[in-house]
């Protein structure tokens, strides 16, 4: 029994139906999935949202890393962020506290939420925070300033060519979501 130009055309129209829903899937699916890739690798500068443990390694006094800060505001949001000091050095191993500057220069209160990442992507592995503001929402009242800690360490086991690392956090209001 042959086809008649009608059933193929249909047949044609489904399998295009159904690539269509399956591409938009797979569209969805995308950025979920990235975040685990990039999570599990360290690419694309993902650093943990959650406490390192304390270094145990030891410190390895023979070299020097460079750490910078930078701030990002996301559009729209009405605050002034900025590290405290824009880059130290450290040993690999050896624990350090720097602070960053808050104002909420609105009217109205604001919760904020830092989200770091850092750069080269391969060093994310190796930058260990132990205390960061970024672990939690920062709800700053009208005109209200802070000061926002980050303790961390540089694994000792970061890779020999490796000695600058950029940490940028890039400052987002999250209140309708929290609010909600």
């Not at 506290?97 to 592995?125: M, W």
Request: include cysteine; aromatic fraction near 10%; glycine fraction near 4%.
């Amino acid at each position: 029994m042959t086809k008649t130009p009608d059933q193929n055309v249909q047949k044609t129209v489904k399998k295009l139906v159904l690539v269509v829903f399956a591409m938009f899937g797979f569209g969805f699916a995308m950025v979920p999935l990235y975040d685990v890739f990039c999570d599990i690798t360290g690419l694309n500068g993902k650093t943990a949202n959650t406490a390192a443990q304390v270094n145990d390694k030891g410190v390895d006094e023979s070299r020097i890393v460079t750490v910078q800060f930078i701030s990002h505001l996301s559009k729209g949001i009405p605050w002034q962020f900025e590290p405290m000091v824009r880059e130290i050095k450290v040993h690999p191993g050896e624990m350090k506290l720097v602070k960053f500057y808050a104002k909420n220069e609105s009217s109205k209160d604001i919760i904020g939420q830092a989200v770091p990442s850092v750069s080269p992507g391969q060093a994310a592995l190796y930058f260990q925070k132990i205390e960061c503001f970024c672990f939690n929402h920062q709800p700053l009242k009208a005109r209200e300033d802070v000061e926002m800690a980050l303790q961390f360490y540089v694994d000792p086991e970061l890779p020999e060519h490796i000695s600058t690392l950029t940490l940028s956090y890039t400052l987002y209001d999250v209140t309708e979501s929290v609010e909600s």
